[in-house]
């Protein structure tokens, strides 16, 4: 019986030592600068995993001096709260789309006018052209732009079939919550009553039918789930959902030098990876969407060419609402026609 009570004891302090050899262990691991960042990319997404590896690399090429802590799934909260908890200083770095971007610095919103860019190329030529002016809008803010990401071309999803501009004028439409650009941006499409609703809540709202249409990448709809809730896709791209990577400048300027250029070469080098792989997994997204039962509707010439002129009078209309400057309409204009004449 004795041995058996000694035995229970040793059993005991080598577990209780085993624990404390862990959290030990643990402390020991975590970076001494440890940059919390946010973001609306789901769990368990190709962008999570992506943010995952630069992460781990990061740490690697400090010796475990700077990482981060992920927040993924929109847990900080929506871009706009996400924003200010920066300015705070409660939240370091994030990963922001249009909706944050806009809020730094109202011209980043040029790159998402809706039916302007025919493609990637048409994209990524503008987004080289400007960059330089964006970097330096974001930076009189207050952050440091670390790199460039997207979340890939819209399309509209529905539960309905969508054939014409009246009825997506007519459609329950999802309006993604304190996002200025997209209320007027709608508005100018004759949409007068979206429904605003922040990330989480846009899946119940379509269980219950108080939304019947949604405009996400076909990537975001797989990665949020809301494909089971639809069964038409109109498939012509509307704005590719710019993204980017910030940090405070705050705290940028805290980190010793020599950690700032391994962050930035890092973060830029997986901001490019997260393009590659959305361009790719939105691909496979399309054929997956076709698999699970989704109908594509193809817009006829005639509907495509009235999506260009509803596209140039939003163009205009945002530009009376000042959601983004002339100078750098005009300048994006110019860039694209050149291309164009190509």
């Not at 368990?44 to 981060?68: A, N, Y």
């Not at 949020?224 to 498939?235: F, G, K, P, R, T």
């Not at 980017?244 to 010793?256: T, Y």
Request: hydrophobic share 40%; aromatic share 12%.
């Amino acid at each position: 019986m004795k041995n058996w009570y000694i035995f229970l004891l040793c059993g005991l302090f080598l577990g209780i030592l085993g624990l404390w050899c862990s959290r030990e262990t643990m402390e020991a691991s975590a970076p001494k600068y440890l940059l919390k960042l946010a973001t609306v990319a789901p769990d368990g997404s190709s962008w999570m995993k992506i943010m995952e590896k630069m992460d781990e690399e990061l740490r690697q090429k400090t010796q475990g001096e700077v990482g981060f802590q992920i927040y993924g799934g929109g847990r900080a909260g929506e871009e706009g709260a996400v924003l200010e908890k920066m300015r705070d200083g409660e939240y370091h770095a994030a990963g922001f789309t249009g909706l944050g971007l806009g809020k730094i610095y109202k011209d980043t919103r040029v790159l998402q006018l809706p039916f302007l860019y025919k493609n990637y190329s048409e994209y990524d030529y503008v987004l080289k052209k400007i960059h330089r002016k964006l970097w330096r809008g974001i930076y009189k803010n207050g952050f440091i732009h670390l790199g460039w990401a997207e979340g890939g071309f819209v399309n509209l999803f529905s539960k309905k079939r969508l054939t014409s501009l009246s009825d997506i004028q007519n459609s329950s439409l999802w309006l993604r919550q304190g996002d200025p650009f997209l209320k007027e941006m709608f508005k100018g499409l004759g949409i007068v009553a979206p429904v605003p609703l922040g990330l989480q809540d846009v899946l119940p709202m379509l269980q219950t039918g108080k939304v019947d249409t949604f405009g996400v990448s076909p990537l975001a709809c797989v990665a949020l789930q809301w494909h089971s809730e639809v069964n038409y896709c109109l498939a012509y791209d509307i704005y590719n959902i710019t993204a980017a990577l910030v940090i405070s400048k705050k705290v940028w300027f805290r980190l010793p030098k020599s950690y700032r250029l391994p962050l930035y070469k890092t973060v830029k080098k997986y901001a490019k990876k997260l393009v590659a792989t959305s361009r790719r997994d939105n691909e496979k997204a399309k054929k997956d969407l076709l698999k699970m039962g989704i109908e594509n509707i193809q817009p006829s010439s005639a509907q495509v060419q009235e999506m260009l002129r509803k596209g140039k009078e939003i163009r205009e209309y945002l530009l009376k609402k000042q959601i983004f400057s002339a100078k750098i309409l005009n300048r994006v204009q110019k860039i694209l026609e050149k291309k164009r004449k190509k």
